[in-house]
């Protein structure tokens, strides 16, 4: 049903490589545009008051120009002159007055061609109006005419304000904003073909991603990705893939394990008990006591089997325990106790070495883990010792199982908490139980908010070590 589903979703909206690239180019474009804009506010401010200051100092040159026409041998201008230079700078937009100090006036750009200055002043609004959409009006200064430090005359001087362009200046102004409007395009079709390939170097692993997850979702668990980019979160994303696979993988083998091991625990018992009560119903063998005692031990083999699985599934799925307040060295000896005619039994020293280490935990779980570490460690030791040791920790205790036995290859170290694993795999009876033990006592730990580790050389005669360390206070 999970690859059905992917099949049939449809394509829809914008790749995540276009939206990437969309977005690169829209920023990019806006960046430019607002970096167009304050570029040309300020050329225009500064323009402006370069303009200004250009007005002023022409009116200046045109004072000091009409100063220069006076002949003081017969304290008058040379009209001509005048006349002259003052059409002159009509054509600049300077419309000049002269006049005597007493106000008569001497000479006066309207009164010698009235339409032409008409004519330029128009132009000059006309161009400031229309192509800057600045309002103005004529304006006039009057400035005093020095000679040799008397004033002599003055000139009134109309200009169009607060200021005006010239044709140059206007030429200069519009070359500018093409050339802005020109570096715009330019960088935006730039930020395009760059932002293509910085987005599809950034889809790409997220592409990779979502069709490695759909072949999960199809039940390929093997698929992984193996291309990597510099870009950590991506990394990380491809990173979480590959674990999510392998964790399925992992999961699905030991299912599939888990099958075959339950199988196979109760093929033979099952077996046995098939082939025993056949052979009596057809006169084969005798229902005496002892066949009929070794059928019953095979059923309490399954009853214990059935009976240990029960239990761990319901320490996997129970949320609350039954906690106290209890010292664990005292549990440890009074469950120590109970393998003592084993041990000596075997020939196996039962050594204990306990400190008072007080816990607030389940009395019975813990002791069930007790139970299965001692039982582990007798069942896999022929000679030597078997040694409980407990110490309070910070926070807790800490709860330990050496044994002399055969130990544990590295290689199992890591799965030794799995259920019905088992280092034998013929699965001999003579070698060990069904598997479950350690596997109810991590689920045990777990629940405790513990841990439970396993240590081994696996070399035979020194065994292996299984530590515990439980916090004072479990987690709920």
């Known amino acids: 049903m999970g690859s059905g589903n992917f099949a049939g979703r449809k394509k829809s909206g914008l790749s995540l490589k276009n939206r990437l690239s969309l977005t690169y180019a829209l920023f990019i474009s806006i960046a430019l545009l607002i970096l167009t804009l304050v570029i040309n506010h300020f050329a225009f401010l500064m323009f402006s008051r370069l303009v200004r200051n250009n007005i002023n100092e022409r009116s200046g040159e045109i004072v000091r120009a009409v100063a220069e026409q006076y002949n003081p041998l017969g304290n008058v201008f040379d009209k001509g002159a005048l006349e002259a230079m003052g059409m002159h700078f009509v054509h600049e937009g300077y419309i000049v007055r002269v006049e005597s100090t007493r106000g008569a006036v001497i000479w006066d750009a309207r009164s010698c061609d009235m339409q032409q200055c008409a004519d330029v002043i128009k132009t000059i609004s006309d161009r400031m109006e229309n192509q ?16 040799l430090g008397k004033t002599v005359g003055n000139v009134t001087i109309e200009t169009y304000g607060p200021f005006f362009y010239s044709e140059t200046e206007l030429q200069f102004l519009s ?11 330019f960088f935006t079709l730039l930020s395009v073909c760059i932002s293509i390939p910085i987005a599809s170097r950034i889809a790409r692993p997220i592409l990779r991603a979502g069709e490695a997850a759909r072949h999960i979702a199809r039940g390929n668990l093997s698929v992984r990705i193996q291309e990597s980019c510099k870009t950590r979160e991506l990394n990380e994303l491809s990173r979480s893939i590959n674990d999510l696979a392998g964790a399925l993988e992992e999961g699905e083998r030991r299912q599939k394990q888990l099958t075959g091991d339950v199988a196979h625990e109760l093929r033979t018992p099952l ?3 098939q082939g025993n009560f056949e052979a009596m119903i057809d006169g084969v063998l005798t229902p005496d006591r002892e066949r009929l005692e070794s059928c019953h031990e095979e059923i309490i083999r399954l009853v214990r089997l059935v009976k240990d699985l029960n239990l761990l599934s319901n320490l996997e799925g129970e949320s609350e325990y039954h906690k106290s307040d209890f010292d664990l060295a005292k549990l440890a000896e009074l469950t120590a106790g109970q393998f003592t005619g084993e041990a000596l039994k075997k020939g196996i020293s039962l050594v204990l070495d306990l400190n008072a280490a007080p816990l607030n935990a389940d009395y019975n779980r813990i002791k069930q883990v007790l139970i299965n570490l001692i039982s582990n460690g007798l069942a896999y030791t022929d000679a030597g010792s078997v040694t409980v040791c407990v110490s309070p920790r910070e926070g807790g205790a800490e709860l330990s199982v050496r044994d002399t036995g055969i130990g544990i290859k590295a290689e199992e170290l890591p799965r030794v908490f799995e259920r019905f694993y088992r280092s034998d795999k013929s699965r001999n009876r003579g070698t060990g139980g069904a598997g479950i033990g350690l596997a109810i006592a991590a689920a045990i730990v777990k629940a405790h908010g513990g841990t439970i580790t396993a240590e081994s050389k696996g070399i035979g005669g020194e065994g292996s070590v299984f530590r515990v360390r439980i916090p004072a206070l479990p987690v709920k």
């Open 175 to 185: 070359g500018l904003n093409r050339l802005l409007l020109g570096a715009g395009i």
């Open 271 to 273: 077996t046995c008990l």
């Open 132 to 147: 800057y959409r600045l309002d103005g009006k004529l304006q006039s200064r009057l400035y005093p005419v020095n000679f």
